[in-house]
């Protein structure tokens, strides 16, 4: 690792909390791998404070930033300028410099992308796709923009809340709202809610609806097999954890700083080693 020195830059991730984030690991890991003298730190910041943080981005010559809950909507209000899909969604998970104009702070929001990326990781394309979208929130709502602007043919909002459904069904004109019924006629169903982070929750999908050669996401990647996920490989379909989206996601961001392709297997490894019981490191 080079030491810390006078040319040392910084890279941060903003967001309240920020102590379990993977983002310091997986990026620390990259830069070193790569030998590039930048660090990467996680910042608290509290509601309200995010002019002053990307004042100070600006001030201290900081490569970029990661967001995340609560100052994604807020960033995207603060930086210069948006990638297409930060303005769909009005959020950004990543604050970039210009390439020509370093003065010039840009929002990105990579988990659709990352999404994307990861299913042609498992050989499914997007074009033509039969999707099915359970969860609105952020991510669900990432998910169903790329979806929508990779060439899905249907995508298929359900969501508890059913306002949160209609809403991210405005992300894509191939983007309705949905029932359960639709789930027989889909290519791919994605869980985008929590549900199967906690031991004991329940299914977000009853996974009797699941048809074998159906591919199924889970967003969730810790722990690796949700139950949704262990349920539809015993049915016979192809799954995918939220690793590859967290990995690509961050090789997105990875990019944007550096000019550079992320070392995804690196990353990969630092996550692993991350997630791994203290007693097996
Ligand atoms: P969020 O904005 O808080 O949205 C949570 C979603 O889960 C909403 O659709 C919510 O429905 C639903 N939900 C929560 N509890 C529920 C319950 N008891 N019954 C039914 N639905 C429930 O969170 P998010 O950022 O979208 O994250 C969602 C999941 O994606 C999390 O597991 C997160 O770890 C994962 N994620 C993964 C990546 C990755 O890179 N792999 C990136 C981002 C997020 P309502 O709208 O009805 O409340």
């Known amino acids: 690792m080079i030491p810390i020195s006078g040319r040392t830059r910084l890279c941060a991730l903003i967001g309240s909390p920020v102590a ?9 890991a990259a830069f070193e791998a790569l030998g590039l003298d930048i660090r990467y730190l996680a910042f608290d910041i509290a509601r309200g404070s995010v002019d002053a943080a990307i004042e100070a981005v600006r001030t201290f ?17 603060a930086v210069d300028r948006l990638t ?12 970039f410099r210009d390439a020509q104009d370093p003065s010039v702070l840009w929002g990105d929001s990579t988990d659709g992308d990352g999404f994307v990326s990861a299913l042609m990781g498992i050989g499914v394309a997007c074009a033509g796709l039969r999707a099915v979208v359970v969860g609105a929130g ?25 306002n949160r459904a209609e809403s991210a069904a405005q992300l894509a004109p191939q983007a ?6 639709d ?9 985008a809610t929590n549900l199967g982070m906690q031991p ?23 722990p690796a097999s949700t139950p949704l996920l262990t349920a539809a490989q015993a049915r016979g379909c192809l799954t995918m954890n939220g690793l590859p989206m967290l990995l690509n ?28 019981p203290p007693t097996h490191r």
């Open 84 to 95: 297409p899909q930060a303005v769909s969604l009005r959020s950004c998970n990543t604050v």
């Open 176 to 181: 309705r709202v949905a029932t359960w019924a």
């Open 138 to 162: 952020g991510a669900g709502r990432a998910v169903v923009e790329a979806l929508g602007r990779n060439g899905a043919a249907d995508i298929a909002v359900i969501n508890r809340d059913a």
């Open 183 to 191: 789930i027989a006629d889909a290519g791919l169903v994605v869980n």
């Open 20 to 28: 379990h984030s993977l983002s310091p690991a997986l990026h620390n």
């Open 61 to 77: 010559g900081v490569v970029g930033l990661s967001v995340t809950m609560p100052h994604k909507f807020e960033v995207a209000e």
């Open 200 to 222: 004991g929750d329940p299914f977000p999908i009853d996974p009797n609806l699941l048809q074998p050669a159906q591919v199924v996401a889970d967003l969730i990647y810790h």
């Open 249 to 276: 996601q961050a090789a997105i961001q990875f990019r944007h700083w550096t000019g550079l392709d992320a070392p995804v297997g690196t990353m990969r490894a630092a996550v692993a080693d991350y997630l791994r």
